[in-house]
């Protein structure tokens, strides 16, 4: 079953969110929540308490002046904390849980440079967690739909195109990676999807990282996880690691 997202796409909702007081929606906005809200449940799964989650921070515990190692962050510096600035699933100062079903991928989010240690730490689930799963849309460019939905002798658009336009746009927004600049409403639109999605019931996020190719293997890879409740997640192993070599290949945009 589809549900009619009409025109309603992301990025109009995003940019409405952008230009407007984010606690009075306009039309199109309520629109586009309503159409997401009511179609959400076909990504409903559950997160297995054998399923491990990586977290990683930058840095690690010393002794003395001379800078020796001693070991991971404990538990309290490694779970987030109410010191939390803005993120893709969180306000600012309402921490959530960011991690990664592999250690590479969870390390590699941190966005690390050559020489740096990473403490990572491994978090095991008290009892299955029902997830809302954005690792499966496929990329569907919504450019692509809106064209065949003005241009003359084009075939017509179905209803579920749109809506698969409109999940694949919301996947790749909870991937977009987060820097230290990026200004605070650029996380609007997935704040307030996450707050939707917790109104339902979810109680995280799996979603791919913006460092894979978006048809890579998932058990080769990893993808990332958004727990909203952390509290009672078990560490089962720490550990510090150094930076050793990052891989970088580009290629110019340029004719």
Known sequence: MSYDFGFCCFGRFESGLRS??????????????DAVGKSA???SRQLEIDVPLHRAQHGCDYVG??????????????????RVGDGRANKKGKPVFYGATL????????RPWIGQHVSVAVYQLERPRRILDLTSPAFVPVT?????SFGKGQSPVESVEYERAAWSDIAG????????????RDYLATQVLTELFRSQGFEGLAFRSSLNQ???????????????????????SSKVVEILQLDLRYKSTLA
């Open 103 to 110: 250690e590479k991928l969870a390390i590699q989010e941190t």
């Open 214 to 236: 978006c048809d890579a293997d998932l058990d080769k890879v990893g993808y990332n996880v958004v727990l909203f409740d952390y509290e009672n997640l078990l560490e089962t």
């Open 41 to 43: 449940e076909q990504f």
């Open 20 to 33: 407007n007081n984010e606690h009075i929606f306009d039309l199109h906005t309520t629109s586009f929540l």
């Open 144 to 148: 692509e739909v809106l064209h065949r």
């Open 65 to 82: 002046p001379d800078g020796v190692l001693v070991n991971c962050f404990n538990t309290e510096r490694m779970l987030p904390n109410d």
């Open 173 to 184: 927004a909870f991937a977009t990676p987060v820097t230290r600049g990026d200004d605070p």
